[in-house]
């Protein structure tokens, strides 16, 4: 059997709430928008893994947040994502923090001797929002188009990464918990 997986940091309630807040000051944009449960950051994405693959994920995993501590995120930014690209998402972009970047640089390495493929693009913290209905955002005209562009400040103590596991419908992705690993030498 095989599970579609990915490590992530879960956020706080709080922080949850405010960007569902935010999600809905835009009810105007053709967008299928996160469930608030769903908002996370992923960390490393590792697609459809069998099931005998699990317990070594689980253990490397477990030995990687061991060795980081608790460190601070800042979201500050709403905005259309991916940048320099025509627009897919809306995204809360978080501050570039170099405890992050090592946090996933060391999952990523330690994965990859499991026979995972490396994560080709730099760490970038940010979290879907929305995924916009590509056909209707193009029907708008450019000077018609919701300027969504916000400074936001909200700022998080990450404790914890989790493995997760997401299940594709209709309705959009469902995620399930699969271990939640602490933070801390």
């Given at each position: 059997m095989r599970h579609r997986l990915f490590i992530a940091i879960n956020l706080p309630e709080?922080?949850?709430?405010r960007l569902s807040e935010?999600?809905?000051k835009y009810p105007e944009l053709p967008a299928r928008w996160t469930k608030k449960q769903n908002l996370h950051i992923t960390l490393i994405f590792l697609g459809y893994v069998h099931q005998d693959e699990i317990p070594g994920i689980l253990k490397t995993?477990?030995?990687?947040?061991?060795k980081h501590n608790a460190f601070s995120l800042v979201l500050n930014k709403i905005c259309y994502g991916p940048p320099q690209k025509t627009p897919r998402m809306v995204w809360a972009i978080g501050e570039k923090s170099k405890e992050l970047g090592k946090l996933q640089s060391d999952l990523d390495n330690s994965l990859s001797n499991l026979s995972f493929k490396k994560e080709s693009r730099p760490c970038s913290p940010h979290i879907t929002l929305a995924r916009l209905n590509q056909w209707q955002f193009k029907q708008i005209e450019l000077e018609e188009k919701p300027q969504i562009e916000q400074n936001i400040n909200l700022d998080f103590e990450v404790n914890s990464i989790e493995i997760?596991?997401?299940?594709?419908?209709?309705?959009?992705?469902?995620?399930?918990l699969l271990q939640s690993m602490a933070l801390g030498k």
């Open positions: 709080k922080i949850k709430n935010l999600q809905s995993t477990e030995q990687i947040a061991k997760m596991q997401s299940h594709l419908k209709r309705t959009g992705a469902e995620y399930m």
